[in-house]
């Protein structure tokens, strides 16, 4: 047979299986949080740093490595920022700071993510 | 003037809504608050749906458009960089509309279909608001702080039901911070036709499939367990890791997500798939030491944020156990009504009617094989990987020099020395042993 003879099963399935064939697609940081509704409570953070000076001898800061879209940064200076309004209010960071140096509130009503599937 | 109710439920979850519906039946005022802008908003889950509870108060749940696929397989899998070895448990034949009481689903879905519910039975759910925390009088919980104008709002009883990461109980001074055994869940709903799904996971109709991947090549040897969930044409896929543990391990959970997702054989299972959402939340998984108090004078606490969850390596369950913390919750509730007594002591019947349920009982039971999981990290980044070599030696199909092949009994000598060698027959003897017992007892 020819090779490029369509094989029957190509031509009867509806769903193109051969277009569900390829690597699943992955995302990036970004473009995972691109897939969340992020409504932004502009100028009211809801995550603070409380002091910077806990950050500056805070030797393993474990906020930046285990925040699920990776919102602590840590900059040249030694402080730590939060960027908050990228927050999925998982509560992580609250938790995982071993020095409590995170003021850590829900964003206000209407505001924060939003799930469509969950 | 504060406004009052009977009860006042913060969280619109399984828990809180069915709690709301009991209660509002019983002609009780509640009122549901919930921060997202509809129940589900802010919810995520693996997930499977156990549906015991919630069958018996809504019969006609699978008909409803609020699950998505019945388990009729489970498949627990382990790992190495590029080999499984998994069992398989298929059946097929328990009956409709429930079958094993086993259903994938979506929070944003179901939740929303549950609230509706307390809703239509006459409960007030007050929608994007978020509950700051208890208003105490006389150290007893009389209301909640809601974040809004006007938003004290009295309550005879209050219930905490609102998750994981429970404020309110903390407010209430019903517990401390929230330990590093907590488990940190990260997920990728991805889009797949729904013919797709089913040719490839051989499911007929509305049958789903349910995979748990153990330590091993799963998340980097480290105390934790994929997942992989069929939904009608979605696929949940994501893991579970103990803060203690993600922290150790360094890497970004985002990265470590698309990890999985292209570990060799996962990979064959999501391919052409597209994501649709990434999510995270926390699983409450911690010891009876930190759980909270599950009443005070006043106020109650359910669900997740009293800790019920059942989540080790052979079980993922919460959303039953929420559920059913929140009928006997209701029905406390309403004795309590009657007697116009709402002390700790007068709702005192709540939990001792929870540690005689399967909420408490297989909390407690499988605290045993979750302790020793943290206490013998062998069994996530040795074993998976050395039992998954054993397999690969006594299957190899090797080719001698003279054109002929070597015989079956030198593949089990190999495998035999190398349990000798790498594994220890007295250390691997005494694990196992740890592992039976923390299993049995
Ligand atoms: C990754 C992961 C996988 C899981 N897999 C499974 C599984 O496969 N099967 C299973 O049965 N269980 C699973 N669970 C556990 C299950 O999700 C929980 O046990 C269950 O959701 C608890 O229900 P709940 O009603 O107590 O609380 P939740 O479902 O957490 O609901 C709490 C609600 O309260 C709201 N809320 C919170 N705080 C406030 C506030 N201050 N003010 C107003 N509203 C508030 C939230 O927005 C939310 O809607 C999993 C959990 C996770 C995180
Ligand atoms: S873990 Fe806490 S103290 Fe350390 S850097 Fe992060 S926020 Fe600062
Ligand atoms: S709550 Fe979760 S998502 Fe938000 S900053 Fe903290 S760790 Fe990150």
């Known amino acids: 047979m020819a090779a490029n003879v369509k094989s029957p099963s190509d031509i009867a399935n509806p769903t193109g299986l051969a277009n569900f064939l390829g690597p699943p697609k992955l995302l990036g940081r970004d473009d995972k949080l691109a897939t969340l509704v992020i409504k932004v409570d502009e100028g009211n953070p809801h995550l603070k740093i409380i002091d910077q000076g806990v950050c500056l001898k805070c030797i393993e800061k474990p906020c930046t490595v285990t925040c699920p879209v990776e919102n602590y940064k840590v900059e040249d200076n030694g402080h730590t920022t939060i960027y908050w309004s990228s927050c999925i209010e998982c509560g992580t960071c609250r938790i995982i700071c071993p020095f409590q140096n995170i003021s850590w509130r829900y964003p206000s009503g209407g505001f924060g993510m939003t799930y469509r599937y969950g | 003037m504060a406004e009052r109710c009977d009860v006042a439920i913060v969280g619109a979850g399984p828990g809180a809504s069915i709690a709301a519906y009991i209660l509002a039946k019983g002609g009780l005022e509640v009122i549901m608050f919930e921060r997202g802008d509809y129940p589900g908003s802010k919810a995520m889950f693996g997930g499977v749906l156990y549906t015991t509870v919630l069958s018996k108060y809504f019969p006609d749940f699978p008909g409803a458009n609020c699950v998505e696929r019945h388990v009729i397989e489970k498949r627990f899998s382990m790992l190495s960089e590029s080999d499984e070895v998994a069992l398989s448990f298929k059946f097929l034949d328990f009956e409709p509309p429930y079958y094993n009481h086993s259903f994938t689903a979506l929070r944003a879905i179901f939740d929303r279909y549950l609230a509706k519910k307390a809703e239509e039975a006459g409960a007030v759910l007050v929608t994007q ?128 997500l698309n990890e999985f997702k292209m570990h060799p054989v996962v990979r064959r299972l999501l391919r052409g798939t597209t994501p649709e959402e990434y999510s995270a939340h926390l699983i409450p998984e911690m010891t009876p030491h930190d759980l909270p108090h599950f009443v005070g004078d006043g106020i109650v606490v359910i669900g997740g944020a009293a800790g019920l969850v059942n989540a080790n390596p052979l079980f993922h369950e919460g959303t039953n156990m929420a559920m059913a913390s929140g009928v006997m919750a209701a029905e406390t509730i309403l004795q309590a009504h009657k007697a116009g007594n709402f002390s700790a002591k007068a709702l005192e019947s709540y939990p001792s009617r929870l540690r005689e349920s399967f909420a408490w009982q297989d909390y407690d039971r499988y605290l045993g094989l979750t302790r020793m999981a943290e206490t013998h990290p062998q069994f996530f980044n040795k074993y998976p990987y050395e039992f998954i070599k054993l397999a690969r030696k006594l299957f190899s199909v090797v080719p001698t020099d003279d054109g002929m092949q070597v015989p079956k009994r030198a593949l089990e000598l190999a495998v035999a020395d190398h349990v000798l060698a790498e594994l220890g027959l007295m250390s691997l003897g005494l694990d196992l042993l740890d592992a039976a017992k923390a299993a049995m007892f």
């Open chain 2, 129 to 256: 608001t978020v509950v700051d925390e208890v208003i105490a009088s006389e150290g007893r919980v009389v209301g909640v702080r809601a974040r809004r104008e006007g938003g004290e709002v009295l309550a005879n009883v209050v219930i905490a039901a609102d998750g994981a990461n429970s404020l309110i109980a903390q407010s209430a001074g019903l517990r401390g911070e929230l330990p590093l055994s907590v488990i940190l869940g990260v997920k990728e709903v991805v889009s797949l036709p729904r013919e797709v799904i089913e040719d490839r996971f051989s499911l007929e109709g509305d049958e789903g499939a349910a995979y748990e991947y153990l330590g091993g090549g799963a998340v980097r040897g480290a105390m934790g367990a994929g997942f992989l969930y069929t939904n009608r044409d979605t696929i949940s896929v994501g893991y579970g890791i103990p803060l203690g543990a993600l922290k150790t391990l360094g890497v970004q959970p985002d990265e470590l």
